[in-house]
């Protein structure tokens, strides 16, 4: 059966805001801190009780749309079965992004669950953030939605009193390349006529690319690395639909359509990957990391 993306997207949305419920119970709370392996960051490392809740919670409101719709599942605390491979569609879900922030208390944490074809293409994204209450969400041509409201955030290069936003993992500070960046993102603020730059390193995935929406101008993006990391698929596949939708720039490191569905592993660090408001900015991202 075809599957019905609006039906779809309301059960997204109604599993994205009750774990987003639980989240917000238990923020203040004690929690259990777990060390899994996974990728080479402390982001990537460190897992709660309520990631593994969340996604319990989640799993249990999407799970009669896997038989009625022939879904396939992908999701972050729980083994690759590869059902995403032999599947038109399948879920994709991170019950909780910016787990580090949410220990923390600190803004930047969601719940983030998309719809994605064999293909690799997003056709639903869901993003809700339990500490504002905000809610993000697209369907594959009906454009981009705040708090289900239409969203269409402010595109358009600012004129010289506006700074640009770079939005980022709080490991981009510990890149061995930092100092470089920033002198090069600077330098290009400066050429695009930006009035400075402010650096954002705080937020998990997810809450990095609705910041850029939130933001603009803006951009956040990861450099390609040899070792397993640089996000997931689960990080980036529901805000891939939401840019798409909003006519943002959501794309690999060089220009390329996102990688959404790589048979050969779920970590995004092979191609990297760049979110700008802008695609002249974009362009100057992916320029500048072609340079030898």
């Given at each position: 059966?075809?599957?019905?993306?609006?039906?779809?997207a309301?059960?997204?949305?109604?599993?994205?805001?009750?774990?987003?419920?639980?989240?917000?119970?238990?923020?203040?709370?004690?929690?259990s801190i777990f060390?899994?392996?996974?990728?080479?960051?402390?982001?990537?490392?460190?897992?709660?009780?309520?990631?593994?809740?969340?996604?319990?919670?989640?799993?249990?409101?999407?799970?009669?749309?896997?038989?009625?719709f022939?879904?396939?599942?992908?999701?972050?605390e729980s083994?690759?079965?590869?059902?995403?491979?032999?599947r038109?569609?399948?879920?994709?879900?991170d019950?909780?992004?910016?787990t580090?922030?949410?220990?923390?208390?600190?803004?930047?944490y969601?719940?983030?669950?998309?719809?994605?074809?064999l293909?690799?293409?997003?056709?639903i994204?869901?993003?809700?953030?339990?500490?504002?209450?905000?809610?993000y969400?697209?369907?594959?041509?009906?454009?981009?939605?705040?708090n289900r409201?239409?969203?269409?955030?402010k595109?358009s290069?600012?004129t010289?009193?506006?700074?640009?936003?770079?939005?980022g993992d709080?490991?981009?500070?510990?890149h061995?390349?930092?100092?470089?960046?920033?002198f090069?993102?600077?330098?290009?603020?400066?050429?695009?006529g930006?009035n400075?730059?402010?650096f954002?390193l705080?937020?998990?995935?997810?809450?990095n690319?609705c910041w850029?929406l939130?933001?603009?101008p803006a951009?956040?993006?990861?450099?390609?690395?040899?070792?397993d990391?640089?996000?997931?698929?689960?990080?980036?596949?529901?805000s891939?639909?939401?840019?798409?939708?909003?006519?943002?720039i959501?794309?690999?490191?060089?220009?390329?359509?996102?990688?959404?569905?790589?048979?050969?592993?779920?970590?995004?660090?092979?191609?990297?990957?760049l979110?700008?408001t802008?695609s002249?900015?974009?362009?100057?991202?992916?320029?500048f990391?072609?340079?030898?």
């Amino acid at each position: 059966m075809e599957p019905d993306l609006n039906e779809l997207a309301e059960l997204a949305i109604d599993a994205a805001k009750q774990a987003g419920r639980l989240i917000a119970e238990r923020t203040q709370s004690s929690i259990s801190i777990f060390k899994k392996t996974a990728g080479d960051s402390e982001s990537s490392q460190v897992v709660t009780e309520i990631d593994h809740l969340c996604q319990d919670l989640i799993l249990k409101a999407l799970s009669p749309s896997l038989e009625q719709f022939a879904l396939g599942l992908l999701t972050e605390e729980s083994a690759d079965d590869l059902s995403r491979l032999d599947r038109e569609y399948f879920w994709c879900v991170d019950p909780l992004d910016g787990t580090l922030p949410f220990i923390e208390s600190s803004p930047g944490y969601a719940v983030s669950i998309s719809l994605v074809s064999l293909n690799g293409t997003p056709l639903i994204g869901v993003i809700y953030d339990p500490a504002e209450h905000t809610l993000y969400h697209a369907i594959e041509g009906q454009g981009a939605f705040r708090n289900r409201e239409p969203w269409n955030p402010k595109l358009s290069l600012p004129t010289d009193q506006t700074p640009l936003s770079v939005i980022g993992d709080r490991s981009l500070a510990l890149h061995p390349r930092y100092a470089e960046i920033v002198f090069e993102i600077e330098t290009i603020a400066s050429e695009l006529g930006f009035n400075g730059t402010r650096f954002i390193l705080q937020g998990g995935a997810a809450m990095n690319a609705c910041w850029v929406l939130e933001n603009t101008p803006a951009c956040y993006f990861k450099f390609p690395k040899p070792q397993d990391g640089g996000g997931s698929l689960w990080d980036y596949a529901a805000s891939a639909c939401i840019f798409k939708e909003a006519r943002a720039i959501a794309s690999d490191i060089y220009g390329m359509p996102l990688d959404l569905n790589r048979p050969d592993s779920t970590f995004m660090n092979h191609r990297g990957i760049l979110y700008s408001t802008d695609s002249d900015l974009a362009q100057c991202i992916v320029d500048f990391y072609a340079r030898p």
